[in-house]
């Protein structure tokens, strides 16, 4: 290796904490000579810490970042003041990135923007904020994982993102160094596409635990011991499939809207978006109650639970001459308990399916055809076995007791839903209405008028009626 590709191969890091650390063994694992500067290089002992860093050297911050072209500043930002404003000089035309995170979000500015005003010489690049120590410490891991870069200066851009395709990372270059503020953001944020969920889960979960406190508690007198399976087991399946029907009803609505509009350029109202986005959380939040409700039905099926389920019998044992005592029995299941159980066990097989191409390796291997036929169709055909699942429970109830008690059962108020979301897609899938739509879906506007522009050339206008 001759003296300058030895100095290119050659990477300072500045702090010797948990990121400076884990940043310095990844360079070791990529054939990097890395170089840790330190404000008391004589007071720590890195091969303590791990002893992949027993080579590595330990030095001052002024040596670390004289001796490398390329340095990494693994400190909080509010160091860098005290820290790295007194050695400005030698920061000169060196690559300086910057791998802080910051506690709060801000549009405004940035802990890269801050640094290059502290070092206004140095070529500042954001770089690495987005990964943990532990992905940097453990060499397997990367992989996939992006690593975002922004800077001013293209060269130190393309550089980083060779840097970061040599320690076995993805480099998605954002530009200049104001995405910065971006990437310092992205880090602050704590599952935002998960809150509004998650809280109409509870709310649906809340208003089903309610109602089942009112029937098994208040007008049936239920045992407290059967509280936690047997109870429980009523809200967590009820609001699954409340959640079902309202994951595939958005999908429905948009081709209503868009049939009324009769165009799809005119965007939805904001709530309908943030519906139609917000599906596959309500999709994983569905399948985990459904997990729950599965386990805990197979706990619990047994003629003592579900005594409609099963044959009735009686044993006779004649016990003497006087009378006879009867022992009544249930024993295999009748047709129902079946054929509730197999829709049950198909739509939970087609809920895994539809969970399992959501993982990012299933879901990169599948075309949008595919995606789209195991998430709308095959969804939608698990929602059908999921109401099939609840109907056939329901129905001969609901026909001994006849209206309007049938509208108290579980099995007939959570089939309100599902049953409209069934009868919308019916609408939507008649010829007429499925090629209209299709229509409207690939650009046909239904106000579109010819207008004779002055060139004399026809142009086609979109007009909102009354125009
Ligand atoms: C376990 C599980 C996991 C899931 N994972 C995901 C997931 O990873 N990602 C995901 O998106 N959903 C996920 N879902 C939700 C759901 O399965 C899909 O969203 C599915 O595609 C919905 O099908 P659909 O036919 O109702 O609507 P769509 O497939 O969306 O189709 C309906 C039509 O509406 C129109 N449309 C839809 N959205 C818009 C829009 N924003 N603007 C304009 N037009 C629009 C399209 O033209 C489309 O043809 C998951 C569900 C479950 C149960
Ligand atoms: N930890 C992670 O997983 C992670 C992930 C992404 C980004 N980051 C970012 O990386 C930076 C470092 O994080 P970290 O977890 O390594 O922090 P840390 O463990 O607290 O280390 C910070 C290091 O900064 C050095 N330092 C320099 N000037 C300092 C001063 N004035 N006061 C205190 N320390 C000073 C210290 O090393 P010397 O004493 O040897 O000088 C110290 O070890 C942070 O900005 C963080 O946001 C961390
Ligand atoms: C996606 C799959 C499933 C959905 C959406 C679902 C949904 C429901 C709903 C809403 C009920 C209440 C019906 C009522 O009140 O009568 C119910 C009841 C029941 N389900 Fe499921 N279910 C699913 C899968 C399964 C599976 C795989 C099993 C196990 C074999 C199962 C077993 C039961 C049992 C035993 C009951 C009766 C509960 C009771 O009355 O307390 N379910 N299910």
């Known amino acids: 290796m001759d003296m300058e590709q030895h100095i290119s191969r050659r990477i300072g890091v500045i702090g010797t904490g948990t990121y400076g650390r884990a940043l310095a063994k990844r360079l070791v694992h990529s054939g990097y000579d890395a170089i840790i500067g330190s404000r008391k290089p004589a007071c720590r002992i890195l091969s303590e810490y791990d002893e992949c860093l027993c080579d590595v050297q330990l030095t001052t911050i002024t040596e670390c970042v004289t001796l490398c072209e390329v340095v990494f500043v693994a400190l909080h930002s509010e160091h860098f003041a005290d820290t790295l ?46 990964t943990s120590a532990s992905v940097m410490d453990n060499y397997i891991a990367g992989g996939r994982r ?16 060779n840097l970061a395709r040599d320690m076995g990372f993805g480099p998605v270059d954002l530009g200049e160094l104001t995405s910065s503020r971006r990437m310092e953001t ?22 089903w635990c309610l109602y089942t406190i009112y029937d098994y508690y208040i007008v049936y007198t239920y045992s407290y011991d059967q509280l936690f399976l047997t109870v429980l087991n009523m809200p967590i399946c009820t609001t699954a499939i409340t959640l079902m029907a309202l994951i595939y009803m958005p999908g429905c609505l948009a081709a209503f809207m868009q049939m009324t509009y009769g165009t799809k350029h005119k965007p939805f109202p904001k709530w309908m978006d943030a519906w139609l986005k917000s599906r596959k959380q309500l999709g994983l939040l569905c399948f985990i109650l459904i997990l729950a409700h599965v386990l805990m039905s197979i706990m619990l099926i047994s003629p003592a639970n579900y005594g409609s389920w099963f044959h009735s019998t009686a044993i006779t044992i004649p016990a003497n001459l006087t009378h006879d005592l009867h022992l009544p029995m249930k024993t295999v299941m009748i047709w129902k308990g079946e054929a509730a159980s197999l829709a049950g066990i198909v739509a939970f097989i087609l809920l895994c399916l539809l969970a399992t191409t959501t993982l990012p390796s299933v879901s990169d291997s599948l075309n949008w055809r595919e995606w789209r036929f195991i998430q709308s169709s095959l969804g939608f055909t698990m929602l059908c076995m999921s109401a099939g699942h609840v109907l056939i429970m329901g129905i001969p109830g609901w026909m001994d007791a006849g209206f309007p008690k049938v509208l108290t059962f579980f099995s007939f108020l959570s089939l309100i839903l599902p049953a409209s979301v069934v009868l919308m897609k019916l609408i939507l899938f008649l010829p007429c209405v499925d090629r209209y739509v299709s229509k409207i879906r690939k650009g046909w506007e239904r106000n579109t008028r010819r207008l004779h522009t002055n060139t004399g050339s026809t142009d086609e206008r979109h007009c909102e009626d009354g125009m």
């Open 186 to 207: 992205y880090v602050t944020r704590l599952f935002p596409e998960w809150k509004m969920p998650v809280l109409v889960t509870c709310v649906i979960f809340g208003i």
């Open 146 to 161: 992006k690593i975002f870069i922004a800077s001013n200066d293209v060269i130190a851009r393309d550089r980083v993102s």
């Open 85 to 130: 404003s007194p050695l400005t000089e030698i920061f000169t035309d060196k690559i300086t990135i910057d791998v802080s995170n910051r506690d709060s979000p801000s549009n405004k500015t940035s802990n890269a923007e801050l640094l290059q005003s502290l070092l206004p010489t140095a070529i500042v690049v954001k770089a690495f904020n987005t």
